[in-house]
């Protein structure tokens, strides 16, 4: 069963501080993995698409990683500020349609505190 | 910011009445897509468009319908609205292709039945 994990569940962080989220994954076939940003009551915002030959990919403060062996993916955020506050959701594609369906992790929720 | 809406943001309605949720996209995109999202859950695909009269249910079994008339209009009707149907309803919309197409999400909208 295709599916997507994230951990922790929810994280509490101060302001300028680093944190680094995990997503593993079971999706097959892998065709791409996203992280997404999402603020309560809004739609989910893309912040990285890495597809299977990149393994790191930036975006400002955010840096997501992939390691398609271990079907593993990070998302570190450097130097918090108040507005990360929010839920990053990890999404993996698969290549087997042609809709290139999209697995979503549940998120972490993370509250940058001042 | 992507171009696509959402209409209403909040509705609070009855049991038994019938609703529309409104999607739009300026973007000329031709797959559509509507996800159901819980709180603290995964978005679930419950339907999905590749273009102009073409409609497929997703993976999540739903009591709604859509509709696909026009390229960027994608609307969702619950016949008889009921206290389950309470959630977040999300529309996306992306281009077609083989590449790896991001999928824009509008701002959502929170449906409560009473």
């Known amino acids: 069963k295709n599916q997507v994990e994230q951990s922790p569940q929810s994280l509490i962080i101060l302001e300028g501080k680093n944190c680094t989220l995990q997503c593993n994954y079971t999706v097959s076939p892998f065709s791409n993995l996203r992280w997404y940003k999402q603020d309560t009551g809004r739609g989910p915002v893309s912040l990285t698409i890495?597809?299977?030959?990149?393994n790191t990919k930036s975006n400002g403060r955010y840096t997501a990683t992939l390691d398609a062996d271990t079907k593993q993916s990070s998302l570190h955020i450097t130097a918090s500020q108040l507005s990360d506050s929010a839920s990053y959701i990890c999404v993996v594609s698969d290549r087997g349609s042609t809709l290139g369906r999209l697995y979503f992790g549940r998120g972490t929720q993370l509250t940058v505190w001042p | 910011e992507a171009d696509i809406y959402q209409t209403p943001r909040y509705l609070v309605i009855g049991t038994g009445k019938k609703i529309t949720l409104e999607c739009s996209q300026t973007?000329?995109?031709?797959?559509m897509y509507w996800y159901q999202q819980d709180p603290g859950m995964e978005l679930h695909l419950i339907h999905y468009?590749?273009?102009?009269?073409?409609?497929e249910k997703g993976d999540l079994s739903s009591e709604s319908t859509v509709s696909r008339i026009r390229t960027e209009h994608f609307p969702l009707t619950l016949e008889s609205a009921r206290p389950s149907h309470t959630s977040q309803y999300l529309c996306?919309?992306?281009?077609?292709?083989?590449?790896?197409?991001?999928?824009?999400f509008g701002p959502g909208t929170r449906l409560t039945v009473t």
């Open positions: 890495m597809t299977f030959s990149e």
């Open positions: 973007m000329g995109h031709d797959k």
């Open positions: 468009s590749y273009g102009v009269n073409s409609t």
């Open positions: 996306a919309s992306s281009e077609s292709g083989t590449g790896t197409y991001e999928q824009y």
